[in-house]
């Protein structure tokens, strides 16, 4: 079956400090990845994307992901987050059939300042 | 940044009532998705187009709820008899290219159905 895990529902860190948030994919085929992020009151936007090549996409705001297909994961870094990061981060799976887009619940992510 | 306009971005129904809201996608995305995203942050895929054309559509889409993309107007999505349930955001994507390519969302229209 095909699903986005992302195991950590609220992630609170120190502004500076270096961030990751996880996400698990189940997959049988090839999966399209991205990392969207929703501020308050906002839709979503989106941080990086992965198709294929270089397992590590760079996105916006110093964001990056690396993508593991032994680990089935797509797992989200920043080396130093600031506190306009705050926000919830949703990991999204998608493949050929564009019906089966699948969100992950979202991370909840809260930098102290 | 996106440039999907969603309108109203607020819109309080009462039960049984019906509710519109309206999608303007970026220029040029010939693709649009509407999702429901509850208040537990679960998204449920409603309807997409490409090209005015449905893709798409999950059951309950065919039962209260309607779409569409007519050429040249937003599109928009309508719930006929609003239910207490229905009440969550209501997002539209575009996407540039083919429905599994990158989605452009819209702010929302935030639904509470009283």
């Known amino acids: 079956a095909q699903s986005v895990t992302q195991p950590d529902a609220r992630v609170t860190v120190s502004e500076g400090a270096s961030l990751q948030l996880r996400c698990k994919y189940s997959?049988?085929?090839?999966?399209?990845l991205f990392w969207y992020v929703q501020y308050p009151r906002q839709g979503l936007q989106l941080l990086l994307k992965?198709?294929?090549?270089?397992?590590v996409v760079q996105g916006v705001n110093g964001f990056e992901a690396e993508f593991s297909k032994s680990n089935s994961s797509f797992h989200l870094r920043k080396a130093s987050v600031h506190w306009s990061d705050s926000a919830v981060y949703f990991c999204?799976?998608?493949?050929?059939?564009?019906?089966?887009?699948?969100f992950g619940k979202g991370t909840h992510l809260h930098v102290l300042p | 940044n996106s440039k999907v306009i969603q309108t109203p971005r607020y819109l309080v129904k009462g039960q049984g009532q019906k509710a519109k809201m309206r999608c303007i996608p970026e220029?040029?995305?010939?693709?649009v998705f509407w999702y429901q995203q509850n208040k537990n942050n679960e998204f449920k895929f409603l309807i997409n187009?490409?090209?005015?054309?449905?893709?798409?559509q999950i059951d309950m889409t065919e039962k209260r709820f309607s779409a569409e993309c007519p050429s040249n107007s937003p599109c928009s999505l309508e719930i006929q008899s609003s239910e207490a349930g229905d009440s969550a955001l209501y997002l539209c994507?575009?996407?540039?290219?083919?429905?599994?390519?990158?989605?452009?969302f819209g702010p929302g229209t935030r639904l509470l159905v009283l």
């Open positions: 187009f490409q090209n005015q054309e449905v893709l798409q």
């Open positions: 997959y049988s085929g090839t999966p399209y």
């Open positions: 999204v799976l998608s493949g050929p059939n564009a019906y089966k887009v699948i």
């Open positions: 992965y198709y294929s090549g270089d397992p």
């Open positions: 994507a575009s996407s540039p290219d083919s429905p599994q390519d990158t989605q452009y």
């Open positions: 220029k040029g995305h010939p693709v």
